[in-house]
């Protein structure tokens, strides 16, 4: 949780530095969506299958009108993500000489996150669409995997022992879309929006690829923009 603090602080101490986002507008958006883990480099030692899994994430963002730049928009994010995920091993032979598939693990993980998001491109089209898209670097603060490969039940004496590793630290790549919006007043918007996530670096340690792709879609409250 050190490590967290450090981050949320460091945010802020980058918003206090750059004053104008907090003059703009800012904005909370929360969603539901879709994980897809996925191999981007297929190891030839190595079997991999994933099911579908769920997201969920809270986003705040800091606006600076609809300027562009690394810093003027900045979101923090904070999600839950899940998938099942199966490895196993190929080619590996048993003493008779005959392949044998030595599965390694199948478990079902939660991963909550912690991002900090910038969109130094932003573009408007018309009075109904809005795109941004840009970086998110990501803190992993937990992993919890849950055994769903054996039967046999595990106790305080025989725990199980997840054979995936939290990697730490991700970067992905994003875009959004913000469809419309429904003025509430006093300076309020609801903007309905799509949001994708892509993983540039692997998920988890070791020498699995494993990169996922996040789609969701939520509502966002806007307010504090300033009148043109």
């Keep these: 949780m050190k490590t967290l603090t450090q981050i949320i602080f460091l945010f802020f101490i980058l918003l206090s530095n750059y004053h104008p986002l907090l003059s703009q507008s800012m904005s909370v958006t929360s969603g539901v969506g ?30 600076e009108g609809e ?38 693990t199948f478990e079902h993980i939660n991963k909550y996150t912690l991002s900090v998001i910038t969109y130094p491109l932003s573009i408007r089209m018309g009075n109904n669409l809005k795109i941004k898209s840009g970086l998110s670097f990501s803190k992993t603060f937990k992993l919890k995997a849950t055994n769903i490969g054996e039967q046999r039940t595990f106790t305080d004496e025989i725990p199980f022992e997840s054979q995936i590793e939290n990697r730490d630290y991700n970067a ?57």
């Design 172 to 228: 992905h790549a994003t875009i959004e879309f913000q469809f419309g919006h429904m003025l509430l007043g006093n300076g309020l918007s609801l903007i309905p929006t799509y949001n994708a996530f892509v993983s540039l670096t692997p998920e988890l340690k070791g020498s699995y690829n494993t990169q996922s792709m996040r789609h969701s879609l939520g509502l966002t409250v806007l307010w504090g923009l300033k009148k043109k």
């Design 34 to 63: 879709i994980t897809h883990y996925f191999d981007l480099i297929k190891d030839d030692h190595l079997r991999s299958e994933y099911g579908l899994g769920n997201t969920y994430f809270v986003k705040v963002d800091f606006n």
């Design 67 to 104: 300027s562009t730049g690394l810093l003027n928009n900045l979101a923090l994010k904070f999600e839950k993500q899940s998938a099942d995920i199966n490895y196993s091993s190929q080619n590996i032979f048993c003493g008779l000489g005959l392949p044998s598939d030595l599965i390694y």
